[in-house]
RNA sequence: CGGGGUGUAGCGCAGUUGGUAGCGCGCUUGCUUUGGGAGCAAGAGGUCCCGGGUUCAAGUCCCGGCACCCCGACCA
């Protein structure tokens, strides 16, 4: 049950995500550090995001299969740039039966190199290619400071494993999966991404390109909802993924990997989260309408609970995901708050003027107080009921993009740059070296999210040293 | 790993000069309530982080350990 009230965003932005977290029933701290309990209320919120996922991976040619959790730890030694980023956060079993065993294993911390290697035994062919294979799973990794869902040691995800005949092939994959997250986390979620390219430090430990898509959080710091990475040859080099081509020549397959893991729920809280709770989008909300009975004395109850009934009936044979709280013990304005807190896209209140009246009131979660709250006829309202949902997911993505677009900056220099990546992103042309990234980040703490994949024209100057640049990033701070 | 802080009921906390443990919320039961977080009454609930020491007596004082939180360095 929902306790009392949460800190405001604008007093405590850390904290007050901390408390919808455990509030609203998302998720709990696990008995081991950095450990987190995925709460029913928040893994259905998962579900209905991997189903989304899932769908369209099948549809464009994708299918599922699961790899054990512990790898030997030579398999992360096969890989330079891999072992050097992944080193430090691994956990290892060193014992198994009571017995210490002749080679460590690592839980996994990504499936790279397990796969590689049955891959490589799987793959003779170019008759074998492309494998599109996708893992739903956990992997681990020994993260110093956690958050709840958006940096924990253990985290759920799915992992995208391909394996191709040529890097036009492969590249092609890369973006088609970023476009999916992009797809999903747009229209799914209402959640504004941007498409881009991260810069060489930024990338993935063993990429040689990695695009992701990052999000703008309320208090304006960025996040990382997804990430997609080409290889090239180099885990097909270190793995031996080989096949024969059509003229019977041995080459290295082209491999990608692609990842959305529930840091996405994190990234749902914090873009459309108010002081009151967390606001769902309809389209995933594991609830998307409540309804709440009002009534005083027995002989209201009876009228209020079957004009309920039949509502909830209605309403369910629509399709809309529900639930009539007939709860007895707490008040009606108990459940406001509850359900609020919980981020219910829409409720239904039902009292005796209600029942009198043929109507039912509604209340949007995204827009508070009296403005949200509207009266309707009993008489055709899961159409009323399914329009105000569509409304509201679209309201809660221009929100939110209106949001992003009046924090992103364009400053003139580089002073100009410090000072709005403390409260913003600016988008700058830069140069591409890593001192300029490094000098930035020293100055600012703000890192390079990426580059958006729709460049604007032309070119300009490195915002840091003034030399040529082609490309355009974002600066931001970012979790 | 460095700097700081905190460990007392499910949660948040109080506990004076050392004297045998308390408040709020939550929980249980009953009655009255219910259109924006209801009221009254009666209950249940404790390894005071762990180990040692001082003392007639330790939540309180001393020593050692552990855990967690915050700030830094590192990160999806």
Redesign the pocket.
């Known amino acids: 049950?929902?306790?009392?009230?949460l800190p405001t965003r604008a007093e405590d932005f850390?904290e007050w995500y901390n408390q919808i977290v455990l509030k609203a029933e998302m998720a709990d701290y696990a008995p081991v550090?950095g450990c987190m309990v995925v709460r029913p209320y928040g893994w259905a919120l998962w579900e209905n995001i991997t189903a989304e996922l899932d769908k369209r991976f099948k549809e464009t040619g994708h299918i599922n299969a699961a790899f054990p959790i512990l790898i030997p730890m030579s398999f992360f030694e096969k890989e330079k740039e891999h072992v050097e980023?992944f080193s430090?956060?691994l956990a290892v079993v060193t014992h198994g039966g009571g017995e210490k065993l002749e080679e460590p294993l690592v839980v996994r911390p990504t499936s790279e190199t397990i796969i590689g290697y049955m891959y490589s035994k799987w793959i003779k062919s170019w008759r074998d290619l492309p494998v599109l294979i996708n893992q739903w799973g956990s992997v681990l990794?020994w993260?110093?400071?956690t958050k709840l869902f958006?940096?924990?040691?253990e985290?759920y995800w799915q992992e995208g494993h391909t394996a191709h005949a040529s890097k036009e092939e492969a590249l092609e994959e890369m973006y088609r999966i970023l476009d999916i997250y992009a797809d999903v986390a747009i229209n799914e979620a209402a959640i504004p991404v941007i498409k881009g390219r991260k810069s060489e430090t930024e990338k993935?430990a063993g990429a040689q390109i990695t695009t992701s898509i990052e999000g703008m959080m309320q208090d304006k710091r960025a996040l990382?909802s997804a990430?997609s990475h080409y290889f090239g040859q180099n885990f097909s080099k270190a793995f031996e993924m080989q096949y024969l081509d059509r003229n019977n020549t041995l080459q290295y397959c082209e491999t990608t990997s692609w990842g959305l893991?529930t840091?996405m729920i994190g990234a749902i809280i914090m873009v459309h989260g108010d002081d009151?709770g967390l606001i769902l989008p309809p389209r995933i909300a594991p609830i998307q309408v409540v309804i709440v009975p009002?009534?005083?004395n027995g002989a209201e109850k009876t009228k209020v609970m079957e004009v309920a009934d039949k509502v909830f009936a209605e309403l369910k044979a629509a399709g809309i995901r529900l639930k009539l709280d007939d709860r007895?013990e707490?008040?009606?304005?108990?459940k406001?708050?509850?359900w609020?807190?919980r981020g219910v896209p829409l409720r239904i209140?039902?009292?005796?003027?209600?029942v009198e009246k043929g109507s039912v009131?509604l209340?949007r979660r995204d827009v508070p107080?009296r403005d949200g709250?509207s009266f309707v006829p009993q008489t055709n309202l899961a159409a009323a009921v399914s329009g105000m949902l569509t409304e509201i997911q679209s309201s809660l993505l221009k929100r939110a993009t209106e949001f992003r677009d009046a924090n992103i900056h364009d400053p003139k220099d580089y002073e100009e740059l410090k000072k709005v990546v403390a409260d913003g992103w600016a988008f700058s042309w830069w140069c591409g070296s890593k001192e300029c990234e490094a000098k930035v980040k020293e100055d600012t703490k703000a890192t390079t999210r990426n580059m958006p994949l729709d460049q604007p024209k032309g070119e300009g100057k490195c915002i840091v040293c003034g030399e040529k640049a082609d490309k355009k990033i974002y600066f931001a701070r970012a979790y």
Do not use: C, H, W
């Open positions: 049950m929902a306790e009392e009230k850390a550090r980023g430090p956060e990794r993260e110093l400071r958006l940096r924990t040691a985290f993935f990382q990430t893991s840091r009151k009002i009534y005083k007895e707490v008040t009606p304005g108990f406001y708050n509850d609020e807190m209140e039902i009292g005796p003027k209600d009131a209340a107080g709250k």
